[in-house]
């Protein structure tokens, strides 16, 4: 459904629509908005140029300023490449830390694995090295299947996915409506009953460790109707389809 403009309960705007191989799109990530406030699901770079392009294109404002905090799914770099320079943007801009919301296999992980060769050190001009951690630029809200984190207004509720490393799909809940986001994750029917339970929901497409379009074709209408795709190959842009794909910088209403 298209934004019809005004106050609404739950929106989104895909920043990024592509896999972690597309040429055509940016990597995926949703901007979703409820009362005033925005949370990112999953944070790619360059995260504030795709912010900004996708205000442009949707009308809808994506200013950081409003920004609850980001929803990591897991840690391969086309979902988290951005958290260092959106992090450092909140320590140095902001003077803030970033609120971070990840399930404690994908944290546990997070900066030692990921972050920690790059940001780790600081010397300012004339002063000392600062040995720095985690907690110096984030501020972690872990979120577990049996333990739902609340950022804002959004309720966000968790599940683990069949994929390379851990993964967690997710069920933002606000203002009286829900949207699932898949994460990377092969074809499992239990997740799409899960996400099912949205009122509408977004599911990647692929091959290899992904989900293919042909397994989610033969879904039943209902759940083909409530569903979106995203993350897919430039070659499906191409490719017919019963499932409407997310377009990049276009508003959502859940």
């Known amino acids: 459904m298209r934004d019809p403009g005004g106050p609404v309960p739950l929106t989104f705007v895909p920043l990024g629509v592509g896999d972690a191989f597309s040429a055509l799109h940016y990597s995926s990530c949703l901007a979703v908005e409820a009362e005033g406030s925005l949370l990112l699901v999953d944070c790619p770079h360059p995260i504030q140029k795709m912010m900004r392009e996708a205000a442009a ?3 809808r404002p994506l200013e950081l300023e409003r920004l609850a905090g980001v929803a990591i799914t897991h840690l391969h770099a086309d979902h988290s490449s951005g958290l260092e320079s959106l992090a450092y943007f909140f320590h140095f801009a902001l003077q803030q830390k970033l609120v971070l919301l990840a399930h404690p ?7 030692e694995g990921h972050l920690a060769a790059g940001m780790e050190r600081l010397e300012p001009p004339g002063a000392p090295p600062s040995h720095m951690r985690l907690e110096d630029y984030f501020q972690l809200v872990p979120v577990r299947e049996d333990a739902p984190a609340r950022l804002g207004p959004f309720r966000v509720e968790c599940r683990r996915t069949a994929h390379h490393i851990p993964t967690t799909a997710f069920r933002v809940r606000a203002g009286g409506r829900s949207l699932g986001v898949s994460a990377d994750t092969s074809y499992d029917p239990s997740l799409i009953a899960w996400l099912s ?47 409407e794909r997310l377009e990049e910088g276009r508003a959502y209403v859940v």
């Open 57 to 59: 294109a949707s009308g």
């Open 105 to 111: 296999s994908v944290s546990e992980r997070l900066w």
């Open 197 to 243: 339970e949205a009122d509408l929901f977004v599911h990647e497409t692929g091959h290899g460790v992904h989900t293919p379009y042909e397994a989610l074709a033969e879904l039943p209408d209902a759940v083909r109707a409530k569903m979106r795709l995203g993350h897919f190959p430039d070659w499906f842009l191409s490719a017919p389809s019963s499932i």
